[in-house]
């Protein structure tokens, strides 16, 4: 499944045109913040967690590919449809 995607998502980079667009997108692990190369036990338990929503749209401009990244910070740690 993982060749087949790879391939689609190639020729699909290749055969798009200045009216069309493709959007990926992706959640990354959740981070968490404040971390230090010293912390209390409570300082452990109490920090805030983030999740990270990754995308790339990719169109054609003047004949050249453009990539845009757009990062989602978001304290929902829920990595589902409603969320994105």
């Known amino acids: ?5 790879t391939a689609r998502f190639k ?8 009216e ?4 990926v997108m992706d959640f ?5 913040l404040g ?4 912390e209390v036990s409570s300082s452990f338990y109490e920090r ?9 749209l990719i169109y054609k401009k003047n004949r050249t590919l453009i ?5 989602v910070v978001s304290e929902i740690l829920s990595h589902d449809s409603k969320f994105a």
């Open 35 to 38: 971390l230090g190369p010293c």
């Open 48 to 56: 805030q967690q983030i999740t990270v929503f990754g995308m790339v």
């Open 28 to 32: 990354k692990e959740n981070m968490m």
């Open 1 to 5: 499944l993982k060749e087949i995607q």
């Open 11 to 18: 020729s699909l980079k290749k055969t798009i045109t200045s």
């Open 20 to 23: 069309d667009a493709i959007l």
């Open 67 to 71: 990539r845009e990244y757009i990062d």
